[in-house]
Protein backbone atom coordinates (compact mmCIF):
# COMPACT_ATOMS: atom_id res chain seq x y z
CA UNK A 1 0.00 0.00 0.00
CA UNK A 2 2.81 2.53 0.88
CA UNK A 3 4.28 1.62 -2.29
CA UNK A 4 1.59 2.03 -4.16
CA UNK A 5 0.94 5.67 -2.46
CA UNK A 6 4.02 6.86 -2.98
CA UNK A 7 4.24 5.81 -6.84
CA UNK A 8 1.48 7.30 -7.10
CA UNK A 9 2.28 10.45 -5.55
CA UNK A 10 5.86 10.25 -8.18
CA UNK A 11 3.75 10.45 -10.86
CA UNK A 12 1.36 13.27 -9.79
CA UNK A 13 4.23 15.48 -8.95
CA UNK A 14 6.28 14.96 -12.16
CA UNK A 15 2.73 16.51 -13.91
CA UNK A 16 1.29 18.71 -11.29
CA UNK A 17 3.14 21.88 -11.10
CA UNK A 18 5.34 22.69 -8.13
CA UNK A 19 5.51 25.84 -5.90
CA UNK A 20 8.90 27.49 -6.40
CA UNK A 21 11.69 25.87 -3.95
CA UNK A 22 12.10 28.60 -0.87
CA UNK A 23 15.61 29.84 -0.31
CA UNK A 24 17.79 29.06 2.47
CA UNK A 25 20.39 30.73 4.79
CA UNK A 26 22.54 29.64 6.99
CA UNK A 27 21.93 26.77 9.11
CA UNK A 28 18.66 26.38 7.85
CA UNK A 29 17.22 29.31 8.33
CA UNK A 30 15.53 31.17 5.65
CA UNK A 31 15.84 34.44 4.92
CA UNK A 32 13.39 36.99 5.90
CA UNK A 33 12.99 38.20 2.26
CA UNK A 34 12.18 34.79 1.29
CA UNK A 35 9.64 34.44 4.41
CA UNK A 36 7.59 37.66 3.18
CA UNK A 37 7.97 35.87 -0.48
CA UNK A 38 6.34 32.92 1.07
CA UNK A 39 3.59 35.20 2.59
CA UNK A 40 2.88 37.37 -0.20
CA UNK A 41 2.58 34.19 -2.74
CA UNK A 42 0.03 32.38 -0.57
CA UNK A 43 -2.07 35.73 -0.30
CA UNK A 44 -2.37 36.02 -3.77
CA UNK A 45 -3.52 32.22 -4.19
CA UNK A 46 -6.03 33.42 -2.19
CA UNK A 47 -7.50 35.56 -3.64
CA UNK A 48 -7.06 34.20 -6.23
CA UNK A 49 -9.21 31.40 -5.51
CA UNK A 50 -12.11 33.26 -4.31
CA UNK A 51 -11.89 35.45 -7.22
CA UNK A 52 -11.74 33.13 -9.63
CA UNK A 53 -14.18 30.72 -7.43
CA UNK A 54 -17.00 33.49 -7.03
CA UNK A 55 -16.28 35.67 -10.35
CA UNK A 56 -15.19 32.93 -12.74
CA UNK A 57 -11.76 32.99 -14.65
CA UNK A 58 -13.12 35.87 -17.40
CA UNK A 59 -15.21 38.00 -14.54
CA UNK A 60 -11.67 39.18 -12.59
CA UNK A 61 -8.50 40.53 -13.77
CA UNK A 62 -5.32 40.32 -12.13
CA UNK A 63 -5.13 43.74 -10.62
CA UNK A 64 -8.65 43.08 -8.97
CA UNK A 65 -6.87 39.32 -7.46
CA UNK A 66 -4.00 41.53 -6.47
CA UNK A 67 -6.13 44.23 -4.62
CA UNK A 68 -8.12 41.74 -2.67
CA UNK A 69 -4.85 39.90 -1.49
CA UNK A 70 -3.63 43.97 -0.41
CA UNK A 71 -0.35 43.48 -2.78
CA UNK A 72 0.57 45.46 -5.97
CA UNK A 73 0.30 44.12 -9.03
CA UNK A 74 3.63 43.49 -10.28
CA UNK A 75 4.14 40.85 -7.50
CA UNK A 76 1.44 38.61 -9.14
CA UNK A 77 3.55 38.97 -12.44
CA UNK A 78 6.76 38.14 -10.49
CA UNK A 79 5.49 34.73 -8.43
CA UNK A 80 3.40 33.64 -11.09
CA UNK A 81 3.40 35.43 -14.77
CA UNK A 82 0.29 35.25 -15.98
CA UNK A 83 -3.13 34.98 -15.07
CA UNK A 84 -3.36 31.54 -16.52
CA UNK A 85 -0.26 30.27 -15.02
CA UNK A 86 -2.22 31.56 -11.46
CA UNK A 87 -5.62 29.14 -12.37
CA UNK A 88 -3.33 26.43 -12.64
CA UNK A 89 -1.17 26.71 -9.81
CA UNK A 90 -5.07 27.82 -7.67
CA UNK A 91 -6.08 24.47 -9.05
CA UNK A 92 -2.43 22.13 -8.96
CA UNK A 93 -2.39 22.52 -5.06
CA UNK A 94 -5.47 21.01 -3.78
CA UNK A 95 -5.79 18.50 -6.47
CA UNK A 96 -2.07 17.40 -5.21
CA UNK A 97 -4.73 17.04 -1.71
CA UNK A 98 -6.98 15.46 -3.35
CA UNK A 99 -5.02 12.99 -5.52
CA UNK A 100 -3.50 11.67 -1.99
CA UNK A 101 -6.33 11.36 -0.54
CA UNK A 102 -8.38 9.31 -3.17
CA UNK A 103 -5.36 7.37 -3.83
CA UNK A 104 -5.21 6.32 -0.04
CA UNK A 105 -9.02 5.55 -0.11
CA UNK A 106 -8.70 3.00 -3.11
CA UNK A 107 -5.46 1.59 -1.51
CA UNK A 108 -7.87 1.01 1.39
CA UNK A 109 -10.78 0.08 -0.23
CA UNK A 110 -7.72 -2.83 -2.34
CA UNK A 111 -6.59 -3.69 1.31
CA UNK A 112 -9.79 -4.46 2.19
CA UNK A 113 -10.58 -6.64 -1.40
CA UNK A 114 -8.11 -9.09 -0.39
CA UNK A 115 -6.94 -10.92 -4.07
CA UNK A 116 -9.83 -9.82 -5.04
CA UNK A 117 -10.08 -6.15 -7.62
CA UNK A 118 -12.27 -3.92 -5.09
CA UNK A 119 -15.93 -3.45 -5.89
CA UNK A 120 -16.97 -0.92 -8.39
CA UNK A 121 -18.71 1.04 -5.33
CA UNK A 122 -15.85 0.89 -3.26
CA UNK A 123 -13.80 2.62 -6.47
CA UNK A 124 -16.96 5.05 -6.72
CA UNK A 125 -16.53 5.65 -3.19
CA UNK A 126 -12.65 6.08 -3.23
CA UNK A 127 -13.34 8.51 -5.84
CA UNK A 128 -16.17 10.93 -4.49
CA UNK A 129 -15.89 10.97 -0.71
CA UNK A 130 -12.70 12.52 -0.74
CA UNK A 131 -13.27 16.14 -2.54
CA UNK A 132 -17.26 15.86 -1.75
CA UNK A 133 -16.66 15.71 2.13
CA UNK A 134 -14.05 18.62 2.16
CA UNK A 135 -17.32 20.61 0.67
CA UNK A 136 -18.58 20.01 4.05
CA UNK A 137 -15.66 21.49 6.15
CA UNK A 138 -14.51 24.45 7.74
CA UNK A 139 -12.65 25.77 4.81
CA UNK A 140 -14.13 27.95 2.15
CA UNK A 141 -11.33 27.41 -0.52
CA UNK A 142 -12.77 24.11 -0.78
CA UNK A 143 -16.46 25.48 -1.99
CA UNK A 144 -14.12 27.85 -4.29
CA UNK A 145 -12.02 24.85 -5.73
CA UNK A 146 -15.22 22.73 -6.16
CA UNK A 147 -16.44 25.96 -8.68
CA UNK A 148 -12.99 26.32 -10.50
CA UNK A 149 -13.04 22.72 -11.39
CA UNK A 150 -16.81 22.21 -12.49
CA UNK A 151 -15.59 25.36 -14.94
CA UNK A 152 -12.33 23.49 -16.34
CA UNK A 153 -14.86 20.67 -16.59
CA UNK A 154 -17.23 22.03 -19.06
CA UNK A 155 -15.30 25.14 -20.41
CA UNK A 156 -13.75 24.41 -23.55
CA UNK A 157 -10.96 27.17 -23.46
CA UNK A 158 -9.59 25.52 -19.76
CA UNK A 159 -8.78 22.52 -21.47
CA UNK A 160 -5.55 22.28 -21.32
CA UNK A 161 -5.67 23.24 -17.27
CA UNK A 162 -7.55 20.07 -16.64
CA UNK A 163 -4.34 18.26 -17.44
CA UNK A 164 -3.09 18.99 -13.91
CA UNK A 165 -5.88 16.15 -12.92
CA UNK A 166 -4.87 13.57 -15.04
CA UNK A 167 -3.08 11.68 -12.44
CA UNK A 168 -6.11 11.08 -10.70
CA UNK A 169 -8.46 10.48 -13.63
CA UNK A 170 -5.73 8.13 -14.97
CA UNK A 171 -4.90 5.77 -11.52
CA UNK A 172 -9.30 5.27 -11.42
CA UNK A 173 -9.40 4.19 -15.08
CA UNK A 174 -6.79 2.00 -14.34
CA UNK A 175 -8.81 0.56 -11.20
CA UNK A 176 -11.83 0.49 -13.68
CA UNK A 177 -10.44 -1.37 -15.86
CA UNK A 178 -9.38 -4.40 -13.41
CA UNK A 179 -13.23 -4.34 -11.82
CA UNK A 180 -14.87 -4.68 -15.19
CA UNK A 181 -11.99 -6.95 -17.27
CA UNK A 182 -15.03 -7.57 -20.15
CA UNK A 183 -15.59 -3.99 -20.81
CA UNK A 184 -14.49 -2.50 -24.02
CA UNK A 185 -11.36 0.18 -23.16
CA UNK A 186 -13.45 3.15 -24.75
CA UNK A 187 -16.78 2.30 -22.21
CA UNK A 188 -14.31 2.59 -19.28
CA UNK A 189 -13.09 5.78 -20.42
CA UNK A 190 -16.60 7.31 -21.05
CA UNK A 191 -17.76 6.03 -17.91
CA UNK A 192 -15.32 8.08 -15.98
CA UNK A 193 -16.48 10.93 -17.76
CA UNK A 194 -20.01 9.76 -16.75
CA UNK A 195 -18.68 9.86 -13.47
CA UNK A 196 -16.88 12.84 -13.68
CA UNK A 197 -19.97 14.75 -14.92
CA UNK A 198 -21.98 13.30 -11.97
CA UNK A 199 -19.41 14.68 -9.02
CA UNK A 200 -19.41 17.98 -10.93
CA UNK A 201 -23.10 18.58 -11.36
CA UNK A 202 -23.20 18.02 -7.30
CA UNK A 203 -20.21 20.12 -6.70
CA UNK A 204 -21.58 22.99 -9.24
CA UNK A 205 -24.28 23.39 -5.77
CA UNK A 206 -26.64 25.86 -8.55
CA UNK A 207 -29.83 25.31 -6.30
CA UNK A 208 -31.83 23.64 -8.76
CA UNK A 209 -32.70 20.60 -7.12
CA UNK A 210 -34.45 22.75 -4.63
CA UNK A 211 -36.32 24.07 -6.94
CA UNK A 212 -37.17 20.66 -8.79
CA UNK A 213 -37.86 18.74 -5.34
CA UNK A 214 -39.86 21.72 -3.66
CA UNK A 215 -37.37 21.85 -1.28
CA UNK A 216 -36.94 17.86 -0.67
CA UNK A 217 -33.37 17.64 -1.67
CA UNK A 218 -30.97 20.59 -0.79
CA UNK A 219 -27.73 21.15 -2.97
CA UNK A 220 -25.77 21.42 0.40
CA UNK A 221 -26.19 17.44 1.31
CA UNK A 222 -23.45 15.71 0.39
CA UNK A 223 -24.29 12.86 2.34
CA UNK A 224 -27.25 12.57 0.69
CA UNK A 225 -25.95 12.64 -2.34
CA UNK A 226 -23.00 10.43 -1.89
CA UNK A 227 -25.72 7.34 -0.66
CA UNK A 228 -28.02 8.56 -4.01
CA UNK A 229 -24.76 9.14 -6.53
CA UNK A 230 -22.57 5.79 -5.56
CA UNK A 231 -25.03 3.35 -6.41
CA UNK A 232 -26.84 5.24 -9.06
CA UNK A 233 -22.88 5.44 -10.78
CA UNK A 234 -21.75 2.18 -10.32
CA UNK A 235 -24.70 0.50 -11.47
CA UNK A 236 -24.35 2.43 -14.83
CA UNK A 237 -20.20 1.12 -14.64
CA UNK A 238 -21.53 -2.35 -14.32
CA UNK A 239 -23.97 -2.23 -17.13
CA UNK A 240 -21.20 -1.06 -19.06
CA UNK A 241 -20.08 -4.95 -19.20
CA UNK A 242 -22.66 -6.58 -19.29
CA UNK A 243 -24.16 -5.14 -22.91
CA UNK A 244 -24.85 -7.97 -25.24
CA UNK A 245 -21.86 -8.43 -27.96
CA UNK A 246 -19.40 -6.60 -25.93
CA UNK A 247 -17.84 -10.11 -24.48
CA UNK A 248 -17.72 -10.99 -28.37
CA UNK A 249 -16.15 -7.99 -29.79
CA UNK A 250 -13.70 -8.06 -26.68
CA UNK A 251 -12.56 -11.86 -27.62
CA UNK A 252 -12.63 -10.74 -31.32
CA UNK A 253 -10.04 -8.22 -30.81
CA UNK A 254 -7.67 -10.21 -28.75
CA UNK A 255 -8.77 -8.81 -24.95
CA UNK A 256 -7.94 -5.26 -25.99
CA UNK A 257 -11.35 -3.88 -25.48
Excluded at 190 to 195: Q, T
Excluded at 232 to 255: C, D, Y
Aim: hydrophobic share 45%; proline share 4%; net charge positive.
Amino acid sequence: MKTEIALSRKVARAVLPRSKPALRGIRGVRPAASRRGDTTRLAILNAAERCFGEGGFDGVSLRTITEVAGVDLALANYHFGSKDNLLREVIARRARIVHDDRVRALEAARHDAGVRSPSIEAIVTAFLEPLLRRLNGGDRGWRYYASLVSQLDVLPQFIGLTKVLDPTALHFINALRVALPEAPSRSIYWGYMFLLGAMVQVMSATGRIERLSSGLCRSNDIEGALREMVPFVSAGLRALEARPGHKRARRKAGGGG
